[in-house]
């Protein structure tokens, strides 16, 4: 993609945010001119809730062609615990289909995926993850394109940004979350006003040994992170080079890290997410997002039906469904997290429920490239591990 894409994408998020900001939150917003969303409440039942699909007749024969096979299996990185759970049994309420989620990571269902093509032995209907890996299921050929069979994805004025945004030709990928990437803190450890502004803040002698990322070598942390920001020239190689040098500690995951926070192990998370630090704080955590004023990395969380699926009619109606009104609510909800629609509000805590100033979204080249550079150029040639 080029540079008109990025400049495109950017100006959708900026788009985004700002009908972001007009949804009820549970902390103050800024003043809008525009209604605030009309999305349910968290106790909204979810019978209460419009239809989810278009009932034309065309997509009703896809239900109940649907409804035959009975069940979706999806390889899923997100749809673990309780909001899996809660998946599970909304999607069976609405439609009368198992959802049956198999949870990993997206570079072994990859690998999965590949050797069930080869032996002719599809198991999975759909997947979703990091848009890197359903990328990269795609270049295998074990992706379809079946945006033309959903009506939600093509409802007009729902969207906060584009559905296809990452695959606007082809149209396999399908954005249906979206997270942010900023600094949090131990807000216990660290008072009001003293939390970082900008990013170079970050090599302040203050917070050297009290900061932690993701170990490079285990985890795709610094990878998400760093790329959209480097390309938006807001850091460099040798801010790279310096903050290494601020003894940081490095945690296996990104949830180990939030853990780590939320127990005062650490003062400061370098790529705190809202996406995983939200249980968190949900269970009273004293975790913080800091915003930095020069720049919030986005990512965008992708799925995908895959090719010669075994219930290839209820594949659609789940990739439908998790993009309608309710599949959205109920992902919101039980992820605490904000939506991709205009008409679900934002269920982030509070504590982490910013409108960054300066979004940057991180596109598949960047985490493609990301991961290239980091290995290859920061690690061994910039920070000499």
């Given amino acids: 993609m080029g540079k008109r894409f990025y400049v495109s994408l950017i100006s959708v998020i900026f788009l985004m945010f700002g009908a972001a900001s007009c949804a009820p939150k549970t902390a103050p917003a800024p003043a809008a001119s525009t209604p605030p969303r009309a999305g349910p409440t968290p106790t909204s039942p979810l019978s209460n809730l419009s239809p989810p699909t278009s009932q034309d007749a065309a997509w009703a024969k896809v239900v109940e062609a649907a409804r035959k096979?009975?069940?979706?299996?999806?390889?899923?990185?997100?749809?673990?615990?309780?909001?899996?759970?809660?998946?599970?049994?909304?999607?069976?309420?609405?439609?009368?289909?198992?959802?049956e989620i198999v949870t990993g990571r997206g570079a072994e269902f990859i690998e999965r995926l590949k050797t069930e093509k080869r032996v002719g032995q599809i198991t999975a209907d759909t997947t979703e993850g990091s848009a890197i890996h359903v990328k990269n299921m795609k270049l295998e050929g074990i992706t379809v394109g079946v945006a033309g069979d959903l009506p939600a994805v093509n409802e007009k004025g729902k969207w906060v940004i584009d559905p296809f945004s990452l695959d606007p030709q082809d149209r396999h990928l399908i954005v249906h979350f979206i997270s942010t990437y900023a600094p949090h803190v131990n807000t216990r450890l660290v008072k009001p006003g003293e939390e970082p502004k900008v990013w170079r803040d970050l090599l302040d002698p203050k917070w050297k040994g009290k900061m932690t990322i993701t170990d490079h070598n285990i985890g795709g942390g610094p990878y998400l992170l760093f790329p959209p920001l480097m390309r938006e020239k807001i850091i460099d190689d040798n801010f790279i080079r310096a903050l290494y040098k601020q003894d940081l500690r490095f945690a296996t995951s990104v949830v180990d890290e939030s853990a780590q926070l939320a127990r005062g192990e650490q003062y400061l998370m370098i790529r705190g997410s809202d996406s995983t630090s939200a249980r968190f704080v949900a269970e009273g955590a004293p975790i913080r997002a800091a915003e930095l004023q020069d720049g919030t990395t986005i990512s965008p969380g992708?799925?995908?039906?895959?090719?010669?699926?075994?219930?290839?009619?209820?594949?659609?109606?789940?990739?439908?469904?998790?993009?309608?009104?309710e599949g959205q609510t109920v992902h919101g909800e039980g992820k605490k997290m904000g939506s991709v629609r205009t008409d679900v509000q934002d269920f982030r805590p509070a504590p982490l429920a910013f409108v960054p100033k300066r979004p940057v979204v991180m596109t598949v080249e960047d985490n493609d490239d990301g991961t290239r550079l980091f290995r290859e150029k920061w690690i061994n040639k910039l920070i000499g591990q």
């Fill in 302 to 325: 992708t799925a995908a039906a895959i090719a010669g699926a075994p219930h290839p009619n209820a594949a659609k109606v789940f990739l439908n469904w998790i993009m309608s009104q």
């Fill in 69 to 99: 096979e009975g069940r979706v299996v999806i390889y899923s990185f997100n749809f673990t615990g309780e909001l899996g759970i809660m998946l599970q049994k909304a999607f069976k309420k609405r439609y009368g289909l198992d959802l």
